[in-house]
T-cell receptor, first 114, second 114 residues
Framework: AQSVAQPEDQVNVAEGNPLTVKCTYSVSGNPYLFWYVQYPNRGLQFLLKYITGDNLVKGSYGFEAEFNKSQTSFHLKKPSALVSDSALYFCAVRDVGGYDKIIFGKGTRLHILP | NAGVTQTPKFQVLKTGQSMTLQCAQDMNHNSMYWYRQDPGMGLRLIYYSASEGTTDKGEVPNGYNVSRLNKREFSLRLESAAPSQTSVYFC?????????????FGEGSRLTVL
């Protein structure tokens, strides 16, 4: 069975500082990994994905994520946080050997402090 | 290009009433999904359909039924609504075989069961 864990309910970062939102996963085969963002009263927007290839994936709005197979992690990062990055962030995983089943984590609320 | 369209956007039901949430996508995607979002619980997969004619249970299928009517449409039915089904429901679609693999979401349907 596949699963996703986002160990932090909330992350607070000062504007201009680097940010990291953590995600670990469990799958029986190889993973497809995703990050999505949800702004208040809005739907979910795709940020980036790891399918195969380079472990460092770059996405929208200056975000990037690093796939680490040995640690089964896919942490979201940004070198310099903006107040407008404040939102709810979700990590998701699909087991390549599975039936297109995609599971999400519980989400991490990111607060960027001015 | 409408993407993923779900109806209705808002609905209030009384306990025991039934209703169907409709979802349609115009991206020719093979896979479709229904998630529910609750505070502190993240996005939980209710049912998904990897292709026309197939449906599979997700993490929280109890109390729900689905129909993959054709490649475009995937409906979610609550036969006897309960207050525990008060939530925001999201439909999504993706295509891992011919597309880019990420989920495309509808705008959500807010359901309140009294």
């Amino acid at each position: 069975a596949q699963s996703v864990a986002q160990p932090e309910d909330q992350v607070n970062v000062a504007e201009g500082n680097p940010l990291t939102v953590k995600c670990t996963y469990s799958v029986s085969g190889n993973p497809y990994l995703f990050w999505y963002v949800q702004y208040p009263n809005r739907g979910l927007q795709f940020l980036l994905k790891y399918i195969t290839g380079d472990n460092l994936v770059k996405g929208s709005y200056g975000f990037e994520a690093e796939f680490n197979k040995s640690q089964t992690s896919f942490h979201l990062k940004k070198p310099s946080a903006l107040v407008s990055d404040s939102a709810l962030y979700f990590c998701a995983v699909r087991d390549v050997g599975g039936y297109d089943k995609i599971i999400f984590g519980k989400g991490t609320r990111l607060h960027i402090l001015p | 290009n409408a993407g993923v369209t779900q109806t209705p956007k808002f609905q209030v039901l009384k306990t025991g009433q039934s209703m169907t949430l409709q979802c349609a996508q115009d991206m020719n995607h093979n896979s479709m999904y229904w998630y529910r979002q609750d505070p502190g619980m993240g996005l939980r997969l209710i049912y998904y359909s990897a292709s026309e004619g197939t449906t599979d249970k997700g993490e929280v299928p109890n109390g729900y039924n689905v129909s993959r009517l054709n490649k475009r449409e995937f409906s979610l039915r609550l036969e006897s609504a309960a207050p525990s089904q008060t939530s925001v429901y999201f439909c999504a679609s993706s295509d891992f075989r011919g597309g880019t693999g990420e989920l495309f979401f509808g705008e959500g349907s807010r359901l309140t069961v009294l």
